[in-house]
């Protein structure tokens, strides 16, 4: 017996549901009401089940906290898991990201951050280290801020070698083939329309990449305007957008387990961040991004709020659950890989961070 | 003077009735990170500065240190500290003289949506 935990990540505090069918939730009370919360991961690595939340107080700052019994207790190390040190020259605003690595790194987790960073962290997300030879960049004066802020929001070890991508906010993507020492931009035909000339070698707004499950070279990216895949581990990128509503948005799923299925959230574009037509749904490929298919059974019409890129999850079941919050507070639930969906919750503050496990129940 | 939420008025000294060190007071969001008090009575720090004081916070109470204080040292933006009623930002910053028998009061600003 198994339960589905769903971590909520909110603009004012976080909610964790659960559910022993994937369609009765049950929601908890408020954690860290007030705090906004970019990021949350729930590691189920080593038959433990933490849920580590990256929030941030308006007054107090942001710091990463962790729980190992669903959020009946939570722990924050004292000097913070995160920090720059006093030579750095910079402070931790946002932790955009957290993401434990795989089941043969039991200790390692990843976090993505603004300033544009990226930390390691080797005691199951406690104390992390910054990514040197990422923050050292000779391109990271040049990187720049979208909206929502400067920040590496995308960290995708690979399961078979010390290859990482990361994707930031605008910069692009970039990879180490020695797990984090060295970087390179890979964004070879990814374009980036708001710069003027051909596209540039770095400086992408990437929204977000997942990693295919059975080629881990195979990557898929939602751009800022575009949508693309790469075979080669990031050396090029085609795009995939053909057959789909529209080529802006934030979200980029892919299947736990099966290769070459993907989903994306669409939105008409950069300046209307809106589902197309007010119809929430989302666009399903099972072909790596040749041909598309909107399931949208479920979710809501007049519906005129974005779905953020960390608001959206899939889990490991099987069949996977794909999960998606909205800007207005409202969290829907598929159990059979978005062929019909069911509202979690509704009228939470802006959902920012969605992370589902299944876990011994 | 204790107000009704157990705020110790402006000008009570009553955990430094000597006046020989330097209070510290902070709302109650920050309660936990004080051992779950709202006051602490600090040594005269060194320089008898405002940042001296905070730096001290460090080694003893180092998420309260963090909360009021970013890596780079500076405030957080949305936090506001008033030395005996004064605004440290409409004074010297964080070079603001602290000495015995000050109270050095942590207030939220207004900020959030």
């Given at each position: ?31 860290f009401l007030m705090h906004e ?18 929030l941030r107080s308006e007054h107090w700052g942001p710091t ?12 924050e190390p004292e000097q913070g898991?995160?920090t720059f040190g006093a030579?750095?020259g910079a402070a931790l605003e ?268 | 003077m204790v107000t009704p939420d157990g705020d110790p008025g402006p000008a009570s000294r009553g955990t430094d009735p000597d006046g020989l060190g330097v209070v510290l007071r902070v709302p109650r969001a920050l309660a936990a990170d004080l051992g779950g008090r709202r006051e602490v009575v600090l040594p005269v720090p060194d320089r008898r500065r405002l940042d001296g004081l905070l730096d001290a916070l460090v080694p003893v109470h180092p998420a309260l240190a963090r909360r009021l204080r970013d890596e780079t040292g500076s405030l957080r933006r949305f936090v506001n500290v008033y030395v005996d009623g004064l605004d440290v930002r409409r004074s010297d910053g964080l070079a603001t003289p602290v000495g015995a028998g000050q109270t050095v009061e942590v207030i939220q600003s207004v900020a959030g949506g």
């Amino acid at each position: 017996m198994e339960t589905a935990v769903l971590a909520i990540g909110t603009r004012k505090g976080l909610w964790l549901a659960t559910s022993d069918d994937r369609t009765a939730w049950r929601l908890s009370q408020p954690h860290f009401l007030m705090h906004e919360i970019p990021s949350v991961a729930v590691d189920t690595r080593g038959g433990r089940t933490r849920v580590l939340v990256g929030l941030r107080s308006e007054h107090w700052g942001p710091t990463v906290v962790h729980s190992d019994d669903l959020g009946a207790t939570w722990s924050e190390p004292e000097q913070g898991a995160i920090t720059f040190g006093a030579d750095d020259g910079a402070a931790l605003e946002r932790v955009w990201q957290i993401q434990p690595d795989g089941e043969d790194r039991p200790g390692v987790v990843w976090a993505g951050c603004e300033p544009i960073s990226v930390w390691r962290s080797a005691d199951h997300g406690e104390h992390f280290d910054l990514v040197r030879g990422l923050w050292d960049h000779p391109h990271r004066g040049e990187w720049g801020a979208g909206y929502g802020g400067a920040a590496a929001h995308t960290v995708l070890p690979s399961p078979v070698d010390d290859t990482v991508h990361v994707a930031m906010s605008t910069g692009g993507v970039y990879r180490s083939n020695d797990a984090g020492t060295t970087w390179r931009p890979r964004n070879s035909g990814i374009s980036a329309y708001f710069m003027p000339g051909p596209a540039p070698e770095f400086g992408q707004c990437v929204h977000k990449v997942a990693r295919d499950a059975q080629d881990p070279r195979r990557l898929y990216a939602q751009n800022h305007h575009g949508v693309y895949r790469s075979d080669d581990a990031g050396d090029t990128w085609t795009s995939i957008a053909d057959g789909l509503p529209s080529d802006f948005g934030f979200v980029m799923l892919a299947h736990p387990r099966r290769g070459g299925t993907l989903w994306v959230v669409p939105l008409v574009a950069d300046g209307e961040r809106v589902p197309p037509q007010g119809r929430l749904a989302v666009h399903r490929s099972d072909d790596g991004g040749r041909t598309w298919t909107e399931q949208a059974d479920g979710l809501p019409t007049g519906h005129f709020n974005a779905v953020l890129r960390d608001a959206a999850c899939v889990d490991t079941g099987d069949p996977a659950g794909v999960y998606l919050g909205t800007r207005a507070g409202d969290v829907y639930a598929s159990a059979d890989e978005g062929a019909a969906f069911v509202r979690v919750a509704d009228r939470l503050p802006d959902v920012l961070s969605l992370r589902a496990a299944l876990v011994p129940g | 003077m204790v107000t009704p939420d157990g705020d110790p008025g402006p000008a009570s000294r009553g955990t430094d009735p000597d006046g020989l060190g330097v209070v510290l007071r902070v709302p109650r969001a920050l309660a936990a990170d004080l051992g779950g008090r709202r006051e602490v009575v600090l040594p005269v720090p060194d320089r008898r500065r405002l940042d001296g004081l905070l730096d001290a916070l460090v080694p003893v109470h180092p998420a309260l240190a963090r909360r009021l204080r970013d890596e780079t040292g500076s405030l957080r933006r949305f936090v506001n500290v008033y030395v005996d009623g004064l605004d440290v930002r409409r004074s010297d910053g964080l070079a603001t003289p602290v000495g015995a028998g000050q109270t050095v009061e942590v207030i939220q600003s207004v900020a959030g949506g």
